[in-house]
């Protein structure tokens, strides 16, 4: 009996295995065979019944969307809001390794659903998968499968998920990801590489630089007036929005090599939490590779030109029609490198204007952007006005307050017996803050304050005994030159006298 009852349960499962084999093949025949317009017009008649009979609507959020590269930001945003607030209630999740990431991120897997309520209302989210029709050749990756979220919910809730939920997520799936995203540091790509495969134009790395605005060296007062305008900045969306001006700001950080302009940058990215993009200007050929450059910059990023002064001529056409020809247009004349002729060729004046605060900075809001120089006087009026670089921020040699900073985070310490006599110094020595820090860098890993203070208060002497040298001798220089023309002048007067008696003569 035993024996029979085991065939018969044996013939069973192969009769029922040879029959859902013979479905799947039959279903693949149909797939293949029966027309598309067929397959849409029975799937077109299922819906319209199954409309006129369900009180509940859905709706589908597509990953990728027509004419468009990568995924869909609406699709991108459920999925980080999913994955941030009802991930929890799925069986099955889908763990992935972002690009260029640490962190894991968690996403509800395919066919999964998820139920979400929000104001009393309950929402079924199911994520689906179409593989594409067997005799269709794809040459694009995210051709082949295509994912879907669903969405579905009673009809009586559909103004509050037109106008307020679906808000909700987007909001809320845009602010998980930028919690959850690595922050990164961009480089330009030489626009003889933006042909290629992947035709990208920026080329990036993890952003992992220590600085904060803790461990910057600056005057306190400064640093939180700089830290409430970017809070300001960060927080003024509908400010910004009120006032007709583009979400942006420029910042100029001006000063002497070695003061913190790049740590400062640093510091803002850390503290807004945004991406870098180093615009390396001399790699760019002309205005449309510029154009072309910030327009695939996204929004919660600060955009960086260092050396401005150094990286192009940005001197504009106004300096050529200046026809004066006095000594000091000449000394002039001689720092500015040549002015831009080519405009075709040459990214300009104008053509980086435009870049900060044209058209193409109306492309995308909550973006900064940040020039740094050590020659604020070489660069054109019309680039740093405030509307474009709203704030000058000067980033000076090193002064007791900063030097307490650099102390702390060096050594450790808040006070030294040795502070007053470094605090005299600083008041009568200019030294960077990068020499400073330089100087208080222990030698060992057991740190030796003493030791290090009194390097640093060696090093300010000799800094101080340099200057006062460098002044004595420029102001014998000084003299002589004086001399030399109250020479001339006398020689010449003299001349003048004789060319004078002579026409007298
Ligand atoms: N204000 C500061 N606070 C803390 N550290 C500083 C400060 N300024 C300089 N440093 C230290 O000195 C180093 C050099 O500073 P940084 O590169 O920021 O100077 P910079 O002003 O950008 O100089 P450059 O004009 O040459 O580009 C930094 O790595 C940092 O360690
Ligand atoms: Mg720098």
Redesign the pocket.
């Known amino acids: 009996m035993e024996t029979i009852a085991g065939d018969a349960h044996g013939y069973g499962w192969a009769g029922l295995w040879s029959a859902v084999a013979s479905l799947i093949f039959l279903w693949s025949m149909v797939q293949q065979y029966v027309p598309a317009q067929l397959e849409e017009y029975l799937t077109t008649l299922s819906r319209r019944l199954h409309a006129a009979i369900s009180p509940y609507v859905t709706i589908t959020i597509d990953e990728h969307v027509p004419d468009s590269f990568g995924r869909s930001e609406a699709y991108l945003a459920a999925e980080a809001y999913l994955s941030a607030t009802c991930a929890t209630s799925a069986r099955r999740l889908r763990a992935d390794l972002a690009a260029g990431s640490d962190r894991m991120s968690v996403a509800v897997d395919d066919h999964e659903e998820v139920v979400d309520e929000f104001r009393g209302a309950k929402l079924w989210w199911r994520k689906t998968k179409t593989l594409p029709r067997s005799n269709v050749i794809s040459w694009s990756a995210h051709e082949e499968e295509r994912r879907t979220y669903c969405l579905t919910f009673h009809n009586r809730h559909r103004g509050l998920v037109d106008a307020v939920y679906l808000p909700h997520v987007l909001a809320e799936g845009r602010a998980a990801t930028v919690r959850n995203r690595q922050r990164r540091l961009f480089t330009n790509n030489p626009s003889s590489d933006w042909s290629g495969w992947d035709g990208r134009v920026w080329s990036h790395v993890k952003l992992e630089h220590p600085?904060t605005f803790a461990?910057?060296?600056?005057h306190p007062a400064k640093k939180q007036d700089i830290i409430d305008d970017l809070d300001m900045f960060r927080d003024g969306k509908d400010y910004y929005a009120s006032v007709g001006k583009a979400w942006k700001r420029g910042y100029l950080?001006f000063?002497?090599?070695?003061?913190?302009?790049?740590?400062?940058i640093a510091a803002m990215a850390n503290y807004l939490d945004y991406d870098v993009y180093d615009l390396e200007l001399t790699a760019v050929k002309n205005n449309t590779e510029l154009r072309r450059l910030f327009i695939e910059t996204t929004g919660k990023s600060i955009i960086v030109i260092?050396?401005i002064d150094c990286s192009i001529d940005l001197t504009g056409k106004r300096k050529t029609k200046k026809k004066k020809k006095d000594k000091s247009s000449k000394k002039k004349k001689k720092m500015a490198p040549p002015v831009a002729m080519d405009e075709e060729n040459k990214v300009t004046l104008s053509g980086l204007l435009n870049f900060i605060d044209g058209l193409w900075s109306a492309c995308g809001g909550e973006r900064i952007i940040v020039f740094?120089t050590?020659h604020k006087e070489k660069l054109d009026p019309a680039l740093i006005r405030r509307g474009r670089m709203d704030s000058h921020i000067e980033?000076s040699y090193?002064c007791f307050e900063?030097f307490k900073?650099?102390a702390k985070?060096y050594l450790h310490i808040a006070d030294h017996e040795l502070f007053h006599e470094i605090q005299q110094l600083l008041g009568e020595v200019d030294m960077?803050?990068?020499d400073v820090?330089?100087n208080l860098m222990p030698k060992s890993k057991a740190k030796d304050v003493d030791a290090s203070l009194g390097k640093l208060i060696k090093a300010l002497k000799e800094a101080k005994e340099e200057a006062l040298a460098k002044a004595s001798i420029g102001a014998v220089n000084e003299e002589e030159a004086e001399d030399d023309d109250e020479e001339d002048d006398s020689s010449s007067s003299s001349e003048e006298e004789k060319n004078g008696k002579n026409k007298n003569d």
Request: charged residues 15%; negative net charge; aromatic residues 0%.
């Open positions: 600085s461990t910057l060296g600056m950080l000063g002497p090599p070695g003061t913190g302009k790049s740590t400062m260092e050396d740094t050590n980033m090193c900063s900073v650099l985070n960077s803050p990068a820090a330089e």
